[in-house]
């Protein structure tokens, strides 16, 4: 049979296009076709055939010099063909396989990707209760202090070109609720850019971290994993994007959807997993709020409770979070790097770090 014909043999075939590069590739291993050969076996073949053809080579797909050897003894020992070439197909089937196994297992799932169900699952299997913080725990705002502004999110096109500009505004606001920023006090970095933590829900592994973090002054962004003290999570609310849009004409911008405020429920998954694992990695107990500039939802672990206290103003959150700093200032040490828990913290805030050890595996940005 010629090329040509061969060719249009595999190619009429109802088989996929994966299958069908694989036959290609077959056929060019067991007949040792020359360089020339091969092009005019493959010339003219549709693109997507084409395209795996290039995968299959590339992941080291196609037949091996090992299949190649086992062809020659086969061969050499009297089997038929046809059994050797199905014998190469098995083994190929078996490869891909293998590397498919691999890349599944090698694939993280961003946080923002996770379900609220996963993290309803996550709770289950932490034996921790989702509860409503201003019932369970509620703080007050101190008497007489201003109104703080909110984050104006419509000035930028996304939240990823906005983080920069919130994260020196957090910066600002607990500076102005008396957090002592600088040397021997914190600081806030812009951490949208670095991998911290992976966590496991399942069979499936999840990665991510936060935009923003509140950490001791002398800390830098690698080691921001492990002395998180608070977490800021932003997200650009639909109202905000089309602000953007209608001011900014001429910026190529993806269509957005209905304008709205951002909810709680939209970054719950993300959120709930991002603290979990921050908590296992860090060494004491830390706040996360997920905002859009707006409204600030906080979320923290007391005991077995996963507190949220959904939709703050940004008066409330700020000078929460900063009483929550302001009470951690002992646990600084002199050098301002590793923070020591003082003796009077309450047991019950620890308990989570210790439960959360075993389930879920975290890293530092290198």
Not at 1 to 29: C, F, G, P, V, Y
Not at 84 to 95: A, G, P, S, T, Y
Not at 219 to 237: D, M, T, W
């Amino acid at each position: 049979m010629d090329l040509a014909t061969l060719r249009q043999q595999i190619l009429s075939s109802n088989k996929t296009a994966n299958e069908k590069a694989e036959d290609l590739l077959l056929e060019h291993q067991v007949n040792d076709l020359s360089k020339d050969e091969w092009r005019q076996l493959i010339a003219g073949i549709p693109e997507d055939v084409k395209k795996e053809i290039g995968r299959l080579k590339s992941a080291g797909a196609h037949v091996s010099d090992g299949i190649v050897s086992s062809l020659q003894a086969m061969t050499g020992e009297g089997q038929p063909f046809t059994k050797v070439v199905q014998d190469l197909r098995d083994e190929m089937q078996l490869l891909r396989s293998e590397l498919a196994a691999r890349n599944t297992e090698a694939k993280s799932i961003a946080f923002s990707s996770v379900s609220g169900a996963a993290a309803n699952q996550l709770l289950e299997d932490l034996h921790l209760t989702e509860a409503d913080g201003f019932e369970e725990a509620p703080f007050e705002t101190p008497a007489g202090v201003s109104d703080i502004d909110t984050f104006d999110f419509s000035q930028f096109v996304d939240e990823n070109a906005g983080t920069p500009s919130f994260v020196e505004y957090h910066h600002q606001q607990l500076q102005a609720c008396g957090v002592r920023m600088g040397r021997s006090g914190y600081k806030v970095l812009d951490l949208h850019k670095t991998p911290m933590y992976n966590v496991e829900i399942g069979k499936k592994r999840y990665s991510g971290g936060v935009d923003g973090g509140v950490v001791p002054y002398a800390v830098r962004p690698a080691s921001a994993a492990k002395l998180l003290r608070i977490g800021f999570e932003h997200k650009q609310s639909t109202a905000d994007k089309a602000a953007f849009r209608m001011n900014h004409s001429d910026v190529l911008q993806t269509e957005v959807a209905a304008p709205r405020q951002y909810s709680f429920k939209e970054g719950r998954g993300q959120v709930i997993c991002c603290l979990l694992a921050a908590h296992a990695m860090c060494q004491l107990p830390l706040d996360l709020d997920l905002t859009d500039g707006k409204q600030h939802h906080l979320l923290r672990l007391r005991g077995d409770l996963l507190l949220v206290y959904e939709g703050c103003t940004p008066t409330q959150a700020y000078h929460e979070m900063a009483d929550f700093l302001l009470k951690q200032g002992t646990m600084l040490t002199s050098k301002q790097t590793i923070p020591e828990p003082p003796a009077e913290l309450e047991e019950k805030l620890c308990r989570p770090i210790k439960k959360l050890k075993g389930f879920v595996q975290g890293y530092s940005a290198m």
